[in-house]
């Protein structure tokens, strides 16, 4: 049995989903296909709910370890590590924001 669910999440091309004798879907909707998988920046970058997550639970972190450091140790050589860090983590959470409301706007437009 096969039917067509609502397209790739990376590149929006249908996908056909096939279902075993119990009717458990192996290809979950909007799902990345096989090229996109392959490509994590077009395909996994602004989908993945757990990464974007863990992105959110860093940033966060990040930014309160580096507060935590501006106040409270007296030697200011660690902010320059801890500001990279929690830098890198606010960058990467915008990529995927940026790359979701993209994806958001070609599917909706559809």
């Known amino acids: 049995m096969e039917q067509t669910n609502e397209g790739c999440s990376g590149c929006n091309q249908e996908q056909s ?3 075993n004798q119990d009717n458990n ?3 979950q909707q ?3 296909c096989t090229g996109c998988r392959k490509n994590q920046f077009k395909g996994k ?3 993945c709910i757990d990464c974007i997550v863990a992105n959110i639970i860093g ?3 990040g930014w309160l370890v580096f507060l935590s450091f501006l106040f409270f140790y007296p030697d200011k050589r660690a902010l320059y590590a801890t500001i990279f860090i929690s830098g890198l983590f606010t960058l990467l ?3 995927h924001g940026i790359a979701y409301l993209i994806k958001r706007n070609k599917v909706s437009k559809k």
Do not use: K, M
Request: proline share 6%; charged share 0%; glycine share 6%.
């Open 17 to 19: 989903i096939s279902a």
């Open 30 to 32: 909007n799902a990345p």
């Open 59 to 61: 940033t966060i972190l």
């Open 45 to 47: 970058l602004g989908t």
């Open 93 to 95: 959470l915008s990529a």
């Open 25 to 27: 879907v192996s290809v």
